[in-house]
């Protein structure tokens, strides 16, 4: 499997939810199945195929963050030496230049992204765009909209 990109935030979050699954969600799932079992016949047994499918979700979930974690490259981005370039991790203050209305965004690994919390997906068309970017220059993202053109005015590393 190729790396991860992951900024510091993402890594704890995803270690916080497999903290979560690991040591809350299984026990109860298997708690479940359990008190399934305890009511007899399991072919028709409702509570028992629920708690069943519950359990093949948790494992999925905690095999899938497991394997993210394992191959995470985490990088803080106030460690960061990109001379103002736009890079991942960047935070940037963006304006459309249709529009005239600014934005802010974090460029962030793919499981990180959130666009209502600015956080955005370095697989994402604009970050794309944005990548290598200087303060001033003007990137054209081709969004399903058509063609929008944002300038960036401000490169942060925080």
Not at 4 to 18: C, D, I, M, Q, S
Not at 34 to 50: I, K, P, V
Not at 80 to 106: H, I, K, M, P, W
């Amino acid at each position: 499997m190729s790396k991860v990109p992951l900024t510091v935030n993402g890594a704890e979050k995803l270690r916080a939810e497999l903290h979560q699954l690991k040591t809350v969600e299984r026990p109860s799932v298997i708690a479940a199945i359990a008190e399934a079992r305890s009511h007899g016949d399991l072919s028709e047994n409702a509570e028992y195929d629920a708690a069943k499918e519950r359990q093949g979700f948790v494992e999925g979930r905690i095999k899938d963050v497991e394997g993210k974690l394992s191959n995470a490259q985490i990088i803080d981005p106030k460690l960061l030496d990109a001379d103002g370039r736009c890079v991942f991790g960047a935070t940037l203050d963006l304006e459309d230049q249709d529009t005239g209305t600014q934005v802010s965004y974090q460029i962030v690994g793919e499981d990180e992204a959130d666009i209502k919390a600015g956080k955005i997906s370095v697989n994402s068309p604009i970050a794309r765009a944005l990548i290598g970017k200087f303060a001033g220059d003007i990137a054209q993202v081709q969004a399903p909209g058509g063609l929008r053109q944002y300038e960036v005015l401000d490169v942060r590393y925080e």
